[in-house]
């Protein structure tokens, strides 16, 4: 056997194995990540979560023979982050006992000594209504569970949060159930997103659900060197990894990665048909994308390690494509401004013609689709010939992403 009892290279049979915990990182600044190396993985303990790289099969060597199965364990986590002030945000927690306990088995500690069941502490916003398990699947790498309904399993790492400082206490009360229930339904996923960083082993994955309710997103895995989060909506809280497809949506997909300046590819999938329009802009660029089968966009965060991009949700059958309030300006001498609005983001085309429809000059316009008109016609022809005082027509055309088209007549006087 390698190493003493407890330490990850005798529970595991394999020397120098990789393990992370997540934890408070720097206490001065209440930073929170990935503890590789220390105090936080020398060894393992019961009731705390970690996080183990294999590259091959393992035989593990459990014992705990420190943990008395016929007393309640209150699951404490390292002196520093303990019962006070930090001991709040995502943590991960793990069944101490070798048998599955349900819901009814585990209360919440506070500092003060008093003790509330699971209900109670998600009634007075002490703890998050759910617990997360990492599943390794990565169409859906994290299940949700409602903490009512919850069994604790065996063996099995997961991702709480705490509103308050707080320890959950596990009573040793065997479960008869056989199966974890997933919490409330997710309903038909609309569009499914992965955020794929640099040297990345997995994506996160976030989506947009058409029914269910949205889902707070927990923090990557430590194979994942990008991750992403949806906030706004009115909505205040904790970023979100699932969000409802309504009618309306406007929603900011705030990306982190591991290190600044990072390339992040963002990939969809989507299942929406033409039913629901997903419009994804990068603020920096006013580049517009959208999300229609499958695809992939690619930006850099910044040197904070962040990007921000804009997330609106809107249903087709309610906003038609039009080119609406339409404002025509002379200038002095001669020329013409044209600016106007789009009811969705479109690419415009303007056209000067006769009124016997003959083609006097195709105006310069952006090829990114956007949702403002601004044209502007210096009084030429195409060949650059000064034309005389007379009426034309404006021809406007708008084309979507989703190859919808509208037009509309302008008269030039």
């Not at 020398?42 to 023979?65: K, Q």
């Not at 759910?130 to 699947?137: P, S």
């Not at 989060?229 to 409802?244: N, Q, T, Y």
């Not at 030429?380 to 088209?405: C, I, M, N, Q, Y």
Request: hydrophobic content about 40%.
């Amino acid at each position: 056997k390698l190493g003493t009892q407890g330490t990850p290279a005798f529970v595991l049979g394999i020397p120098d194995v990789r393990i992370a915990r997540f934890g408070i990182l720097n206490p001065l600044g209440k930073i929170y990540d990935y503890h590789f190396s220390g105090e936080f993985v020398e060894r393992f303990v019961p009731g705390r979560a970690y996080w183990v790289r294999l590259t091959g099969d393992a035989l593990l060597v459990i014992e705990a023979s420190d943990v008395d199965r016929t007393q309640p364990f209150r699951i404490a986590n390292e002196p520093v982050w303990d019962l006070n002030e930090l001991d709040v945000g995502w943590q991960q927690i793990g069944n101490p006992f070798p048998f599955a306990v349900d819901a009814s088995a585990v209360q919440i500690l506070l500092p003060d000594g008093k003790t509330l069941s699971l209900q109670e502490a998600i009634q007075r916003q002490v703890i998050l209504n759910l617990a997360y398990q990492f599943t390794g699947d990565l169409n859906a790498p994290y299940a949700a569970m409602d903490l009512s309904d919850w069994t604790m399993q065996p063996f099995t790492g997961y991702w709480v949060f705490k509103f308050q400082p707080c320890s959950f206490v596990v009573v040793p009360s065997p479960s008869s159930r056989k199966r974890q229930r997933i919490a409330k339904g997710e309903g038909r996923t609309v569009a499914a997103l992965e955020i794929w960083g640099d040297e990345v082993e997995l994506p996160y994955r976030l989506a947009v659900n058409n029914g269910g309710e949205p889902l707070p997103a927990p923090p990557a895995a430590p194979g994942m060197t990008a991750w992403a989060g949806f906030v706004g909506d009115g909505r205040s809280g904790l970023p979100l990894m699932e969000i409802p497809a309504s009618k309306f949506a406007r929603w900011q997909l705030v990306v982190h990665s591991s290190k600044p300046n990072s390339p992040v590819t963002l990939r969809w999938r989507t299942n929406g048909g033409k039913a629901t329009q997903l419009l994804l802009t990068d603020p920096q660029t006013h580049r517009t994308v959208a999300l229609i089968g499958n695809g992939k966009f690619t930006f850099k965060t910044d040197d904070q390690r962040k990007r921000a991009l804009l997330l609106q949700v809107r249903s087709l059958t309610d906003l038609p494509l039009r080119i609406v309030e339409v404002k025509v300006t002379r200038l002095l001498g001669r020329g013409f401004i044209v600016q106007g609005r789009l009811t969705i983001p479109a690419k415009v085309q303007g056209e000067i013609r006769t009124l016997t429809g003959r083609l006097v000059r195709t105006l310069p316009s952006s090829d990114e689709p956007g949702s403002s008109i601004r044209l502007f016609w210096d009084g030429r022809s195409a060949d650059g010939k000064v034309l005389p005082k007379t009426v034309l027509l404006l021809h406007l055309k708008a084309f979507d992403l989703w190859g919808r088209e509208t037009q509309r007549v302008v008269v030039l006087r």
